[in-house]
């Protein structure tokens, strides 16, 4: 086989339900993930070498030396199964670049199931999950894929059935917001409020949601601890999400730890017209619309 193709989904977060700061600079969480329908495709080519190149709206904002995520997981790969190995890793970029939709983790998870099967490693699932869990918190979950339940950093997940397809519209918004940053902010504006910090606990409204599929009441309980942070570090998020909600938005929340801005809408008619009022008010530059649950990292 001389090249292998992977397609792996963006991500939003429904809840996202941040404990206290760990001694290892984590924190403890509830992280419902959802994966949603933008993808980056990640093909690898046989190669001396490990060398990354990116395509795409976002490439000049994606570093191609060592620090890049899917090298850094072939890598891992290779020395996992024992060997040296080289692929060349081709990224189409669609997934924005520090938009808080897990793009990075994406590449790195397409990496590692693009890399297992052009060195004909034939690694099982859960070895490929457990060094995902060591490259980063977002990236078991693009490997998994449709709707789970993260604790721990993230990294540990129970795969949640959904009882139907979500429409979602995503205000993309210009630069990105380093995640460790946003967790930074959180710190902060708890200690400034001196409030106790719960021990997060899966809401069980939102899960009942989830397993009904019913838009509405997601909506209503679409949660994130990181929002404050964000909006803290990007005020102009706060118009955005108001606009969304103006528009008949059925929740409007931060992605992750943003700047990206997701809106649920009622369907797929709703989410194409949310996405074009958010555009032509000026409220977001680019809103694309998207569903969710979708497959995670998939050899094309
Ligand atoms: C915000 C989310 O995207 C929600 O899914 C994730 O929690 C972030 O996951 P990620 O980007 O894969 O993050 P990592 O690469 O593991 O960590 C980056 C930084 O985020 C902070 N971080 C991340 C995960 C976590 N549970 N607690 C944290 O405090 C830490 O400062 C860490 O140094
Ligand atoms: N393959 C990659 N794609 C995008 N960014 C990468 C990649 N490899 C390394 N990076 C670096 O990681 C940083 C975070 O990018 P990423 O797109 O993963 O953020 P994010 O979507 O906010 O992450 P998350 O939602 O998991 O917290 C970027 O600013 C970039 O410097």
């Not at 993930?33 to 795409?56: C, L, P």
């Not at 490693?121 to 457990?130: A, C, H, T």
């Not at 894929?145 to 540990?156: I, L």
């Amino acid at each position: 086989m001389s090249s292998v193709t992977v397609r792996v989904p963006a991500k939003v977060n429904v809840q996202l339900s941040v404990g206290p700061l760990r001694e290892d600079g984590y924190h403890d969480l509830v992280n419902v993930f959802h994966a949603v329908s933008i993808f980056d495709e990640v093909m690898a080519k046989e190669s001396e070498s490990i060398t990354v190149a990116v395509n795409g709206k976002w490439s000049d904002q994606v570093p191609i030396d060592d620090s890049n995520l899917a090298i850094r997981a072939a890598r891992a790969l290779a020395k996992h199964a024992g060997r040296t190995y080289g692929a060349d890793l081709i990224i189409q970029k669609s997934i924005p670049v520090a938009g808080g939709m897990a793009g990075g983790s994406a590449d790195a998870a397409g990496a590692l199931v693009a890399c297992n099967e052009l060195w004909g490693l034939g690694l099982p699932f859960e070895d490929l999950m457990e060094i995902a869990g060591d490259l980063g918190s977002d990236v078991p979950f693009s490997l998994l894929g449709g709707t789970a339940v993260g604790t721990g950093r993230g990294e540990q997940l129970s795969e949640l059935p959904t009882g139907g397809t979500f429409h979602w519209v995503f205000a993309l918004a210009n630069g990105g917001l380093s995640t460790a940053s946003v967790y930074a902010e959180c710190d902060r504006l708890r200690e400034v409020s001196a409030a106790h910090v719960p021990w997060p606990q899966l809401d069980d409204s939102l899960m009942e949601a989830l397993g009904t599929g019913d838009a509405y009441s997601l909506g209503a309980h679409l949660s994130n601890d990181l929002q404050e942070a964000a909006l803290n570090l990007r005020p102009e998020l706060a118009p955005t999400l108001d606009s969304g909600r103006q528009h008949g938005a059925l929740g409007a929340i931060v992605s992750g730890s943003g700047p990206t801005c997701a809106f649920l809408a009622i369907d797929a008619l709703h989410a194409r017209d949310l996405a074009q009022s958010l555009t032509a008010t000026g409220a977001a530059h680019t809103a694309v619309a998207a569903h969710g649950p979708v497959q995670g990292a998939t050899l094309i």
